[in-house]
């Protein structure tokens, strides 16, 4: 599973790369290719539009691919943002939530030192703090971070920044099933 933007599934919609699954109506979970899917946009059940001159197509909530070449990517890409993302925006030596802006990459281990550019070794932290700590190894600047750094799991909305839950009720069934209606096999 992966997010992706509207314009992306209706690019692999139109490709043939994709089908879309309804999410409402009688007909719950039905798939459709491009042509069905036009059909039930024009229904007027479909609340959110995109248009073009000659047609207007109902934004997809859930796509199902139908080509793939590859697996997509599981692991979290280490990115300034995704760092970000992990330690909450929060300065790992002084507790604070900062913007983007004001946040700054610390390698725990100085790299002159030996350390390298890892998730185990990057944490986000203030300028200040940043600035403070310099080119010393926590020990010596006495500054430890909250938490040790880690590679954060994969999951399929992990850049959402303020994830706190499906932010699509119609991804409920597949992210947050309800416990009594699914069985587990043997």
Request: proline share 6%; charged share 25%; hydrophobic share 35%.
């Amino acid at each position: 599973m992966q997010t992706c933007s509207a314009k992306r599934a209706l690019k692999l919609l139109c490709l043939g790369h994709a089908q879309i699954l309804q999410t409402e109506g009688e007909e719950r979970f039905r798939t459709h290719d491009f042509s069905s899917w036009l059909e039930y946009s024009a229904t007027g059940v479909v609340s959110d539009l995109v248009h073009s001159v000659n047609l207007a197509l109902g934004v997809p909530r859930i796509v199902v691919l139908t080509e793939y070449d590859k697996y997509p990517r599981l692991e979290v890409r280490l990115t300034r943002r995704n760092v970000f993302l992990r330690d909450q925006f929060t300065c790992q030596y002084c507790a604070k939530v900062f913007p983007e802006p004001e946040l700054n990459l610390d390698h725990v281990m100085p790299r002159d030192k030996g350390g390298g550019t890892t998730w185990e070794n990057i944490v986000t932290s203030c300028i200040r703090c940043n600035t403070r700590k310099a080119n010393k190894l926590p020990k010596e600047a006495n500054m430890h971070p909250l938490k040790k750094p880690a590679t954060p799991r994969w999951r399929p909305v992990f850049g959402l920044r303020g994830y706190q839950g499906p932010l699509d009720k119609t991804w409920d069934h597949f992210l947050v099933p309800d416990r009594n209606s699914v069985r587990m096999s043997a």
